[in-house]
């Protein structure tokens, strides 16, 4: 069974960093292309960071570019979102996504979704 479980979230304050995992079972994940997205509150759920798993190329949201760090440690099947410089309005539940064969951060594509890990950022 395929299955994805993230930890890392909680509550920071403005301008502090977080460190979100991502720990797959039931597959390894080194050829999937994986993501990072969010949702908050009365929006819809938007691609924030993806890695791809053929050639390691990365895809950022404007609105995390320069801040957020996606990587991801295949000998351990995990991938991550290093979260600096984090802002009020990164507040979101992020969940991890993963796909063989999905585009960057096109959330329809991502057939294998985590529960998601809460993010509180205070101003």
């Known amino acids: 069974q395929l299955q994805l479980v993230e930890s890392g979230g909680g509550l920071v304050q403005s301008g502090g960093s977080l460190r979100l995992s991502c720990v797959a079972s039931g597959f390894t994940l080194d050829s999937y292309n994986a993501g990072w997205f969010r949702q908050a509150p009365g929006k819809e759920r938007e691609g924030v960071a993806c890695?791809?798993?053929?050639?390691?190329?990365?895809y950022y949201a404007d609105s995390v570019k320069g801040r957020f760090t996606i990587f991801r440690d295949n000998a351990k099947n995990t991938v991550y979102l290093q979260m600096n410089s984090l802002k009020p309005e990164d507040t979101a539940i992020y969940y991890c996504a993963l796909d063989r064969w999905a585009r960057q951060c096109v959330r329809h594509d991502y057939d294998t979704w985590g529960q998601g890990t809460q993010v509180t950022v205070s101003s």
């Open positions: 890695i791809s798993g053929n050639d390691g190329s990365t």
